[in-house]
Every structure is written in C-alpha cells, then in structure tokens.
C-alpha cells in the first residue's frame, strides 16, 4: 500500500483522529510553572505521537493541558491539539479514533456549529460544547481517552471509552490533580512522591497486572471504562459512568436476539463489515495482524473483501517448536490473497526484548505475550503506520476454554462433595504437565491444545473452587497466594468484578464473559497491546471491540455462541462465508513463551540477580518463598513460571523506575 491511499468507500468527512498522548494539570493553590510542568509531562510520552506536540495553559484557572501526536491523517494547523470549539467555551485534548465523526459532524452542521476542517477531534469539541461531554461521549463510536476543559464552568472532565481500548490515568499530588496517558507522564511532574501500594502490589501477582481503578501507587487511579470523572478547584474529583457495561449486557439479554441463525448471521456479518469499513480509513499505510486464529482472520477477510487492493498482513514466526503460528497464518493469507510479510524469530530475538519490558511498560504488567507481541509491532512499524487486531473476539463470542470448562463442569462440581472434588484435582495435579503434554502427542498437533499440560492443571483448579468468583480468579490467577510474599496485603476486588457476579446469576458463561470484558479485556489484552505497539508509534485498531458488536454480541443466546462443547459458533459462521472451514478449524494457540525454558537457561543470570535475598528484601517481597519457587523451577519440580514472573517483572520495574520501597 502506499502512502496517502485512501481506501474505496472512505469519506474525507469521516476522516479519523490520531493515536496520542496527552497530560494535564489543574493546580487547585495557583502556584508553580504549570506551562513548564506540562511540557514535562506531555514530553514524556512523546512516543505516543512523535509527530507533533502542543500545549494550552490558562494560569488564572490554573489549568495547563498537553498533548503529543501520531499523524495518521493530513497533519496540518485545522487539527492541531489542544484544540478550541468556536464558540472558545471548551478546550480538548484527545486521544484516539472516532468511526462515526462523519454522521456527528452532520447533525452538528445542521444545529450550526462551523468547522475549520476535517479531524474527529474537532467534532468531539464542538459536540462537548454543543451537547455536553456526557452526551457526546454516549454517541461516539470508536476508541478514546480524552479531556475537556470548559472555560465557562471552570470544570476539567476526563473520559475513558466505552470498553477502555486508550488508557487514562489520574490523581492527587498534594494541591494539584495531574492527568495523563501513562504513568510516565505523572512521573515528570517535579511533585511526583508516591508510594508503592501494597494492596495492588498483591493483587498484581496474583493476576500479572493491576485492574482498574488501581494503580500500582498509592492515590494514583486509571480511569475504568466507560466513565467520566469531573473535577474543579475546590473540590474533590467526582467519577461517574457515561455508559455501564452491566446495565447494557442485562438490556441486551432481556431483548434476546430472537432471530434465526441465518439472521444472525447476517446481522454479525453486517455489523462486523461496517465496523472494520470504518476502523479502514487512513491516509498512511495500514495493515493488519494475521495469527491465523478466527478473530484475526475475520477482521483481515473483512478488510481485503472491501479493499481494490490486497491488504498488508503481519505475522511473526519461531523457530521453536510448538510456539510457532506463521504456518496457520500463511494459509489464511493464501486463501484470501493479502500481502503477506512472515518474519521468523528465535528465543534469542524474544529473550533481548526482556530487558526493555519495564521501559515498555510502565507499570507493572507480566503476561508473557507481551514478548512476541512487542516484536511483532516493531516489525509491523517498518512497513505501515496503522494496524487492525483481532482482539475482543474471545471474551464477546466466548471463546475462552474458562467458559466452555465453566459451562460443562462447574454444576457438576459444585454438586461433588467439597472432598471428592479436592482428590479429583489432587489426581490431576499429580501428573506433571510436561507428562500430559507427552500423553497428548499421540493428537495430530492440528487438533492438540498448546501447552496442553498447563491447560489441564489450570482445569484441575475447578474441582476445588467453592464459587465462581474463585474459579474465575484460578483460572486467571498466578500466584495463588500473595500475602505469603506480601505480608498483611489483601487482593482488592472491583466494582467490576461483583456487578459481573451478580449480573446474570443463572447463566454461568455470560457471567464469564462479563467478569472478561470489565477486568481482563482492558488491563490485561488491550493494556498488552496499547503499549507494545504505541512504544514504536504504531496505531492499533481493534474493530471487533466496536460498541455495536459487543451490544449485539451480549444479546445473543448461549446456542449461538456454543454449540457441540465449541465456542464463538457464529462468529464461525460468518468467516465461513470468507474462508473455507478447513483453512481455519484448529484448538485455539495464542501467543506463547517458553518461560521454563528461558529461565533455566538464557535468564537464568538474570533472574538469579532480581531474585536474590537481598533485592527481594529492598523491593519488600518476603524472600523464602520466592527462592524456594525460584530453586524449585530451576530443578524442573515446579512448573510455575507464570508466578514467578510477574515477581521477576515487578524486581525489574522497580529498578528501572526507582520505586520507593513499600
């Protein structure tokens, strides 16, 4: 593709924003250099947009916003940030794509409001002024995290998308409330001090990230998911939700889709096509990510069946065995004649990203995909500016084993004795995974689950799991235990996590489903790829995560999600019409690492230095369990890595960012 193509069917109206990032203060005493402060800030994630920046200040209200940008339109002084409406009421600064900027910017025309040019940032403006921010927030589709300043009121708003695809942190230091993409931004402010919370520090080993609202500091807070909070002078910070998640999935299951499958079929297709039609538009190269896998096999089917040209397709290779996806990829790639790049990488490339992951990511985060993935988007940066992912897939059309698990054996479980169900797992657990992985290669490695072993342990868990809140925290868990490294802390739920519970009560895989979409899904999978790919200024677009499609996927009955022990039935469906069956029927991969491996072999040095007494000890980790973790996974009498990698991760970023200890 070339630079400057505009895909057939894109208006110039419709034109989106720009992948950014912005910061900001509000300085409550009127004292210090806010213009200065937030140029520090707005510098600090420069990497977010590296192709313009600017900055507003307005030091009678004590207001500086700032912002960086990543031009993936005509960058010229109509779009430039921090942005004025016309009436000069509100002043924005935005981070993100607006896919229906085009039908807004009609209805705002026609109530009068005047346009200087074509960026969505301009319509989110003029609608915060014309309809409010709440209102506009409701009306946006797209992915966004952005603040208003209104000049009238005197009153900063922030808000986050609906299903938290952009990050957006804030807090208190002292008189002043800071605001920004990454931590990286609060960090610049010269009042910076917090300290490590000890809660979200457990909490982040038991599930290898911190969920929303926490933050891994104390009195730092990511704004949730489709929330807004609004703060003046004077007065304390006020979140509320634009748009709930719970309210909205319990609405769509009281209107069941009551079609046939046909229609809905039709209908998935339908939306699916409009919602990547319009994730589409760009003025700079743009591809996609190809696994393989049926999510990102549809939005790619999607992309090159409304496309003159064939589409750029990106996948990574290993050369290790039984990690290595690309072949899968090629296949699909063959059946729907895309340009296909295929880069193949060994440990060695993978293993030289570890060093750089606390950079990376600046907070906390330990899911090992994080590896492939953040190689995967530098090699997608050298050939385009834009790309569309497949993620959402899983947790709206339920293709996690959790739920198919969940579904088929959680009644069963929870009917067995509380002892009977403790030897089931005992039975299991007692055969290691590396003997069920050598139990199952008699499976054509087609049909053969990766990591097959783990996955079996993981099930094991069940059996013994009172509630299925504590089966949902196995399932995602590391570190069964975190108070034995963290002594006097307490794993903190969410408001997200027990509105799931109680939202459907009867029905165990919507409640699965939901328990993903508001903890997993934006602190885990869209933080992973947010930051992977926004270090190298790479645009990610996620188009099965369109409002629209997560509204319908909520209103369709279990049958067409699950059907013969399967999931995402009709999103099969509808690749069907694209790709033959057989093309793009295997068991579910996903990005893998092999952690052991590594660990006793190429970091082992490494870890040995992170893990010894000593550096445990500063951190405020309890050193004796995690040695004897350590000690047991080099002998290969313990296979788990995962936890102890979040504790490897988390040495390692206080390092790098001089964490004060707890």
């Known amino acids: 593709m070339r630079r400057g193509l505009q895909w057939p069917g894109c208006r110039r109206d419709e034109e989106p924003g720009h992948m950014c990032g912005v910061a900001g203060v509000l300085d409550e005493a009127g004292s210090g250099d806010i213009e200065q402060h937030v140029i520090a800030m707005t510098e600090a994630v420069h990497h977010r947009g590296p192709d313009a920046g600017g900055y507003w200040t307005d030091p009678s209200a004590g207001v500086a916003l700032g912002h960086r940008r990543l031009s993936v339109v005509d960058l010229s002084a109509n779009g430039a940030q921090p942005m004025q409406s016309g009436c000069g009421q509100v002043v924005l600064v935005y981070n993100g794509e607006i896919y229906n900027a085009g039908d807004l910017r009609t209805e705002l025309e026609r109530a009068g409001r005047k346009f200087r040019g074509h960026s969505d940032t301009e319509v989110i403006v003029e609608g915060c002024a014309h309809w409010g921010v709440r209102t506009t927030a409701q009306r946006l589709i797209g992915m966004f995290a952005f603040a208003a300043w209104d000049r009238t009121s005197r009153q900063l708003t922030l808000v986050r998308d609906h299903l938290g695809i952009k990050p957006l942190y804030w807090g208190k230091l002292g008189s002043l409330f800071v605001f920004g993409s990454e931590l990286r931004s609060l960090r610049a402010h010269p009042s910076w001090n917090p300290q490590v919370d000890r809660d979200s520090l457990a909490t982040f080993m038991r599930y290898s990230f911190v969920p929303a609202p926490y933050s891994i500091y104390r009195d730092i807070w990511k704004l949730e998911p489709g929330c807004l909070l609004t703060v003046k002078r004077g007065s304390a910070p006020r979140v509320d939700r634009y748009w709930d998640a719970v309210a909205v999935s ?289 645009e990610t677009r996620v188009p099965l995560l369109d409002r629209r499609v997560a509204e319908f996927a909520w209103s369709l009955p279990k049958d067409m999600l699950i059907r013969n022990g399967v999931g995402k039935w009709l999103l099969r469906q509808v690749l069907y019409r694209y790709v033959p069956k057989a093309v793009v029927e295997r068991p579910k991969t996903g990005f893998s690492v092999p952690l052991g491996e590594w660990l006793r072999g190429p970091l082992r040095e490494w870890a040995e230095d992170l893990l010894s007494e000593r550096a445990l000890a500063a951190s405020g980790l309890e050193p004796k369990p995690v040695r004897r973790l350590w000690e047991a996974i080099v002998s290969e009498k313990s296979w788990q890595h995962y936890a102890l990698w979040n504790v490897l991760i988390y040495q390692d970023w206080v390092r790098k960012w001089s964490a004060a200890p707890l």
């Open 250 to 538: 319990k609405e769509a299951k009281r209107k069941q889709f009551g079609g046939s499958a046909r229609e809905a079929i039709d209908e998935l297709d339908r939306l699916l096509r409009d919602a990547v039609g319009r994730a589409m538009v760009s003025d700079v190269p743009l591809g996609a990510f190809l696994s393989g896998g049926l999510d990102s096999s549809t939005v790619v089917a999607m992309m090159q069946a409304q496309s003159s040209r064939s589409v750029q397709t990106f996948t990574v290779g290993f050369t290790e065995g039984g990690y290595d996806e690309a072949e899968d990829a090629r296949r699909v790639a063959a059946c729907l004649g895309v340009d296909h790049t295929e880069i193949y990488i060994n440990s060695a490339d993978m293993i030289s990203i570890v060093p750089t992951l606390s950079s990376i990511y600046d907070e906390p985060f330990a899911d090992p995909s994080q590896i492939p993935t953040s190689l995967l988007s530098r090699v997608a940066r050298k050939h385009v500016t834009v790309v569309l992912s497949g993620d959402g897939g899983d947790e709206l059309f339920a293709g996690y084993t959790r739920y198919l698990w969940g579904d088929k054996y959680w009644r069963l479980a929870t009917t067995l004795p509380r002892s009977v169900r403790e030897g089931l797992t005992r039975s299991i657990a007692c055969i290691s995974p590396r003997t069920w992985d050598r139990l199952a290669s008699i499976v054509p490695r087609r049909y053969r689950p990766r990591q097959f072993g783990e996955k079996v342990h993981k099930a094991a868990d069940l059996f013994s799991q009172s509630s299925l809140a504590d089966y949902y925290s196995s399932v995602i868990g590391k570190w069964d235990r975190p108070v034995e490294i963290l002594p006097l802390s307490t794993i903190l739920s969410t408001r997200s996590e027990q509105s799931a519970l109680d939202a459907t009560p009867d029905e165990t895989v919507d409640r699965l489903r939901l328990m993903d979409v508001l903890t997993y899904l934006p602190d885990d999978v869209l933080t992973k790829v947010d930051r992977a790919s926004m270090i190298v200024a790479l």
